[in-house]
């Protein structure tokens, strides 16, 4: 047994779900279905979910919610009559927003939560309905009835072991499932969603509970290129990497797969193949256990913006017990995690996701570091990029990081930050924003031209 994960591209239009049909109906194997919220038809288009989060602010602040609903509306309403089903459907994915927006907002983020996910629940009632009326037995699938459980607020939502015990019933059914990616329930009922691009976590949940021969995510590219098919030029394309490669690539920048959508997949020891819904017979990019990595030591290159650096220093801050966790205190106290924390005798610099900062936290962050700490200096930078280079074959390579600054050097940019991660498959350069595009193609051209990856 298969689960095929269709992500947003796959079930922008009509068009989109017609060929989505055509590889269900390719192979009876794939017997799970997940799917999307419909996402962009075109570059300037707007993703489904984007729209509900608009709808969700303007009925939160109490405004009218005439328009955001009538453009979600219309979307749905687009693909309905394209694809020939009648207006029962309709019918209920309306009636099903209106339901939703009528419900309690005391609890801002869970409201929003539930708006979001209609995105994704109407999808795949859509879509069963369309695979219906075209002979493929399919049924849709609601994640609290099939048991996906997750935690509740504060923490991130994330699924509950017992989760995958209920799901693995889903194994026993005769249809085709039809699965909403993207939100799971509390054990109360509360819905919620996971982070943006979660309906991959969905899918290798499922994957890993019903132990499916191959968990397949099909997008809108027809593998997993060594670097971002929008920076470099016709990258190569990575036949194979492992969960880890692809764990490191996909934290900073490979939009392609969620990263924890990883985990759940690689405890179970399903393999993943990232596939294309436009080109279905495009063998596409395995991610497996373990790889030959001699041919090629570098597998990818991944950037993401949107970091900041704490920057303290402080003299024989090296002989103070305790200055690390005091510090990290400080951040925890305002809600932020961290991402790495180079060092050196007298200074640290911890680097976070931007998002989590706002000028108030700033504030009180550097306030509370000069006063409890003591501290000479502190400050905070934003607009940082990380770059990271991936491979399993790096660790046994001589030379490599000299490779890389020397790209960095040619380039004449400066390095702030270089961590060569613990992982052992990957090395993390971080550099000002604004000289993310320079680098990633100066450190393709070093490690890719002329070269093929296997
Ligand atoms: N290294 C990479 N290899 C392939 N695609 C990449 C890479 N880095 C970024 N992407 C982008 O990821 C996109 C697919 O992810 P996403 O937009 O989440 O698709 P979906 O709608 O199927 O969920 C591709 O269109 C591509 O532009
Ligand atoms: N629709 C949600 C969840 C998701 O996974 O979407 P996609 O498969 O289009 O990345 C989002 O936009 O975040």
């Given at each position: 047994m298969k689960v095929s994960?269709?992500?947003?591209?796959?079930?922008?239009?009509?068009?989109?779900?017609?060929?989505?049909?055509?590889?269900?109906?390719?192979e009876p194997a794939r017997k799970i279905i997940v799917v999307s919220a419909p996402g962009k038809r075109f570059v300037e288009d707007v993703k489904v979910t984007d729209l509900l989060i608009n709808l969700s602010a303007a009925a939160l602040r109490d405004e009218s919610t005439k328009e955001p609903l009538a453009q979600v509306v219309a979307r749905y309403s687009e693909i309905t009559d394209e694809l020939g089903l009648d207006n029962t459907i309709k019918h209920v994915i309306e009636t099903d927003l209106l339901n939703r927006l009528q419900a309690d907002k005391s609890s801002p983020p869970l409201f929003a939560d539930s708006i979001k996910a209609s995105g994704e629940d109407n999808s795949a009632k859509l879509i069963a309905a369309y695979l219906t009326s075209i002979g493929l037995p399919a049924e849709y699938v609601n994640p609290f009835d099939a048991g996906l459980f997750v935690n509740d607020l504060p923490e991130r939502a994330q699924a509950l072991p017992e989760a995958y015990e209920r799901l693995a019933t889903l194994q026993h059914k005769q249809t085709i499932t039809v699965f909403p990616g993207f939100f799971g329930y509390t054990r109360n009922g509360t819905l919620r969603t996971f982070e943006r691009g979660g309906s991959?976590?969905?899918?290798?949940?499922?994957?890993?509970?019903?132990?499916?021969?191959?968990?397949?995510?099909?997008?809108?590219?027809?593998?997993?290129?060594?670097?971002?098919?929008?920076?470099?030029?016709?990258?190569?394309?990575?036949?194979?990497?492992?969960?880890?490669?692809?764990?490191?690539?996909?934290?900073?920048?490979?939009?392609?797969?969620?990263?924890?959508?990883?985990?759940?997949?690689?405890?179970?020891?399903?393999?993943?193949?990232?596939?294309?819904?436009?080109?279905?017979?495009?063998?596409?990019?395995?991610?497996?256990?373990?790889?030959?990595?001699?041919?090629?030591?570098?597998?990818?290159?991944?950037?993401?913006?949107?970091?900041?650096?704490?920057?303290?220093?402080?003299?024989?801050?090296?002989?103070?017990?305790?200055?690390?966790?005091?510090?990290?205190?400080?951040?925890?106290?305002?809600?932020?995690?961290y991402e790495h924390i180079p060092s050196g005798i007298d200074n640290l610099s911890v680097i976070l996701r931007s998002h989590q900062l706002t000028t108030d936290k700033e504030q009180r962050i550097i306030d509370r570091v000069k006063s409890e700490l003591n501290a000479d200096d502190v400050h905070i930078r934003s607009d940082f990029s990380m770059i990271v280079l991936v491979g399993e074959g790096m660790n046994n390579q001589k030379g490599l990081t000299a490779r890389a600054a020397n790209a960095f050097a040619r380039t004449g940019v400066n390095i702030e930050m270089i961590n060569q991660g613990s992982s052992e498959v990957s090395l993390v350069f971080g550099i000002l924003k604004a000289d993310e595009q320079k680098i990633v193609n100066e450190l393709y051209k070093e490690f890719f031209e002329p070269a093929l990856v296997h």
């Open positions: 994960k269709f992500g947003g591209t796959s079930v922008a239009s009509a068009q989109q779900i017609k060929k989505v049909a055509a590889i269900i109906k390719a991959d976590i969905t899918g290798s949940i499922l994957a890993a509970a019903v132990k499916a021969e191959l968990y397949e995510n099909f997008t809108d590219v027809d593998c997993v290129f060594a670097a971002n098919p929008r920076v470099v030029n016709n990258p190569v394309e990575i036949e194979q990497m492992t969960y880890r490669e692809m764990r490191e690539l996909s934290y900073a920048g490979f939009a392609v797969l969620h990263d924890e959508a990883l985990m759940p997949v690689f405890k179970a020891a399903v393999p993943l193949c990232i596939r294309n819904t436009n080109n279905p017979s495009a063998p596409g990019t395995m991610i497996v256990a373990e790889r030959d990595h001699s041919l090629h030591p570098v597998t990818g290159i991944s950037a993401d913006s949107g970091f900041s650096t704490l920057y303290v220093s402080k003299y024989l801050m090296n002989r103070e017990i305790g200055f690390g966790r005091k510090l990290l205190q400080i951040l925890e106290d305002e809600a932020i995690s």
